[in-house]
Nanobody, 121 residues
């Protein structure tokens, strides 16, 4: 199992950038594909994208392609989400999770507490 702690959220204006981090505990982080999810108020949790175990394959949902970049540092047990050109519709709580395949939103294990991202217009 991997325990996860997200950080880096905040309140920003449209067009700004943020970088989220997901710190994972446990020795098996590098064994897992990892994903980022988000949940806006009143909406279901949405799969933002995923990355395979070594960072060689990455998937993004259409709404974030060209604006968001997922990366990982297995030596630091950390997953990242670089978010550029933020829009008000990106406002949500962002979560990371281990997933079974980098392009499928099938998570395994527990969720972290999430980090709030709020984008003002």
């Amino acid at each position: 199992q991997v325990q996860l702690i997200e950080s880096g959220g905040g309140l920003v204006q449209a067009g700004s950038s943020l970088r989220l981090s997901c710190a994972a505990s446990g020795r098996t982080f590098s064994s897992y594909a990892m994903g980022w999810f988000r949940q806006a108020p009143g909406k279901e949790r949405e799969f933002v994208g995923g990355i395979n175990w070594n960072g060689g394959s990455i998937y993004y949902t259409d709404s974030v392609k060209g604006r968001f970049t997922i990366s990982r540092d297995n030596a630091k047990n950390t997953l990242y989400l670089q978010m550029n050109s933020l829009k008000p519709e990106d406002t949500a709580i962002y979560y990371c999770a281990a997933i079974t395949t980098y392009y499928r939103p099938t998570h395994t294990g527990d969720w972290g507490q999430g980090t709030q991202v709020t984008v003002s217009s």
